[in-house]
């Protein structure tokens, strides 16, 4: 049976699945509860300096939904917990000491001035919590003071204030990245410069997701006015995977341990954010959306499929997909396909039809012989693969490899045995041209 334990950066868990800092995490309450549910970890909801921030008393969420009313992604408002301090401390303190084989994580975000750092680390350390974790992605509110992503999107900063706190603590730190951001790799070059333990990313996306449009004002709305907020579900997930994806592979972060974070809502997605590097997850929306108990879906679906494919601990699925991640322009352009309809599984919806002929490349037929038939042209199919994202039935539309040597119907020419890539191609003007041989 496959082991599930993670050991992320020295920090200890039954399993690869935390609570992200929110507000499923910002109290002693919640926190036992999820633990009871199964989850291997929590990151406490953010801690700042006394007194406590000021939450709006109003609607603190926006919501983008799916045609079936399933949640997509949530616009959030709310700030770090409005919790007094001590009383965050004392109850982090009596969670760990009850739950010693559980992850327990503690966000901060104070000024960027080392006095607040070193004030406050020594009041964390003093908990026996098992490591920190510097919130520099909060797009709102926090970063009109000068803290979250406003330190998040200054590498100088992120690596100051990490070395801070390698300075003035002994527990692992582990850097929270912004998405809003041009290149991702800056700041974590920078926090891997300072010192940093590991990166968590990615923190929320900068955002409007809705405007009333009777009102004309944004949602959620606070007496008749909305703000941006940070965007999380799982809309923003294929955003997190290719910011992972660029830490992992980066040469001056490969090897740096990541936490993930982004849309994880089922155990598939935990496989590929640790695919692409990720040696754990952190959920926060889906949680949110369907409690705590999900973590035993997520917990089971990840075992069964390790045993399924001979993985002993979640170590080895950590990177698997690192090497297959590449840049556009090492691509192999002789790699030839083409899609293929069954025609036993077709229920004749037109939908491939309709996608390739108004906005692709007119390659499927609508009848053949005056009676309605779904086909593809071979002599026009570019082997994009719209259809099959379109097409309602698993499986009837795929996308099948030309051999070596087979004639490309829209191309008149055969599919080179050889690999060959934009580097290299005649149409590029910044060709590599190949030295004569001597």
């Known amino acids: 049976m496959a082991d599930l334990r993670s ?32 989850w291997g970890g929590v990151v406490w909801k ?17 919501a ?30 009596q969670v760990k000491r009850d739950w010693p084989d559980r992850a327990i994580v503690v966000s901060l975000m104070v000024p960027c001035e080392e006095e607040s750092w070193k004030n406050i680390l020594p009041l964390v350390e003093e ?14 509110g926090m970063s009109e003071r000068g803290m979250g992503s406003a330190v998040g999107q200054v590498p100088e900063y992120v690596e100051m204030v990490v070395r801070w706190c390698k300075q003035y603590t002994r527990m692992p730190v582990i850097t929270k990245l912004t998405p809003n951001i041009a290149d991702v790799r800056k700041p974590a070059r920078a926090a891997h410069a300072g010192g940093t333990d590991a990166v968590s990313l990615i923190n929320t996306i900068n955002s409007i997701t809705a405007v009333n449009i009777d009102t004309f004002a944004p949602e959620p709305t606070i007496d008749g006015k909305g703000t941006h907020g940070g965007y999380c579900g799982p809309a923003v997930k294929p955003i997190a995977l290719n910011m992972v994806a660029e830490i992992a592979r980066d ?45 035993q879906e997520m917990i089971t679906g990840l075992s069964n499929y390790m045993d399924e494919k001979g993985f002993a601990s ?20 002789n790699y030839v396909t ?13 939908r491939c039809h309709i996608a390739c002929e108004d906005t692709s490349h007119q390659a499927i037929t609508k009848e053949v ?67 004569p041989a001597e």
């Open 7 to 38: 050991n992320f950066v020295g920090i200890k868990s039954p399993n690869p699945f935390w609570l992200a800092s929110a507000p499923p995490t910002d109290k002693a309450y919640n926190v036992i509860r999820a633990f009871e549910a199964g």
């Open 46 to 62: 953010t801690l700042g300096e006394n007194p406590p921030v000021v939450n709006v008393n109003g609607p603190r969420y926006g």
């Open 64 to 93: 983008i939904w799916g045609a079936d009313r399933r949640l997509l992604g949530l616009n959030n408002i709310e700030l770090i917990t409005d919790r007094d301090l001590y009383t965050n401390l004392r109850e982090i303190k």
């Open 127 to 140: 908990t026996e919590a098992d490591g920190i974790e510097l919130n520099f992605g909060c797009p709102h």
């Open 251 to 295: 040469a001056q972060t490969r090897g740096l341990p990541i936490s993930g974070i982004g849309g994880v809502t089922t155990w598939r997605d935990a496989v590929e954010f640790m695919a692409l590097g990720a040696g754990n997850v952190q959920v926060c929306t889906a949680a949110m959306t369907y409690g705590f108990h999900i973590v």
């Open 314 to 333: 979640v170590d080895e699925i950590v990177g698997r997909a690192v090497p297959n991640v590449t840049d556009w322009q090492y691509l192999n352009l």
């Open 338 to 350: 083409k899609a293929k309809i069954n025609q036993d599984l077709c229920i004749s919806c037109g």
């Open 369 to 435: 012989d005056g009676k309605r038939m779904f086909m593809v042209m071979d002599d026009e199919c570019v082997g994009c693969n719209l259809c099959v994202n379109v097409c309602p039935v698993d499986d009837c539309i795929t996308m099948e490899p030309l051999p070596a040597g087979a004639l490309d119907e829209r191309t008149g020419e055969r599919v080179p045995e050889h690999y060959a890539n934009w580097t290299t191609h005649p149409n590029n003007p910044a060709a590599k041209v190949s030295e």
